[in-house]
């Protein structure tokens, strides 16, 4: 049943995200804003796909919450350098895309932006992806049951106390070990 609805809705959201590609496609991307609102969606397709593993049960089935560290360590990251290069690719020039291509030109990297500038769209999917790797579920809460008490082996030697190492009702619980035999 788990392998049947995680399928399932892997297959749905494929098609969500198919859809999404497509509406992308309708949208002109000659200016800047209609370029952010394709690259927008194409990212929330990547998003779709991610968080369809949450849905179908993928991660333990229980609420969804946000791992800092995944969005940190790989999130933030990934936001940078693809960001970097769909920000570059922005069809008019404006303050961001010129400083991008820029700072690019200065550390020698802006034949590498432009070189992948064209597929900009797989950088936008990949960013939404790794945003939906960013959430996890916690499980379902388990109930567990009370530890029960430690039981001593009927063999072992009973706790010595004593009243000189006393601690504020004169008594001290000390585990006696058994010395070593002593060969004559």
Not at 64 to 84: D, Y
Request: aromatic share 10%; net charge negative; glycine share 12%.
């Amino acid at each position: 049943m788990y392998g049947l609805t995680r399928g399932t809705v892997t297959l749905l959201a494929a098609g969500a995200a198919g859809f999404l590609i497509w509406l992308a496609t309708q949208i002109d991307d000659g200016t800047t804003g209609g370029y952010w609102a394709v690259y927008g969606i194409v990212a929330a397709a990547g998003l779709t796909m991610a968080l369809s593993q949450l849905l179908g049960g993928w991660t333990k089935w229980g609420w969804p919450r946000l791992s800092a560290n995944v969005l940190l360590i790989a999130f933030v990251p990934t936001l940078i350098a693809a960001g970097w290069v769909v920000v570059g690719h922005q069809p008019n020039p404006n303050w961001f895309r010129n400083h991008v291509l820029n700072w690019s030109d200065d550390i020698g990297i802006l034949g590498l932006v432009r070189d992948l500038a064209q597929y900009a769209a797989v950088l936008a999917f990949g960013i939404g992806l790794v945003f939906g790797f960013s959430f996890d579920t916690s499980g379902p809460k388990v109930a567990r049951e009370p530890a029960e008490p430690r039981r001593e082996p009927a063999n072992a030697p009973a706790p010595e106390t004593t009243a000189a190492e006393g601690n504020g009702d004169d008594t001290v619980e000390r585990d006696r070990t058994p010395e070593p035999a002593q060969r004559s």
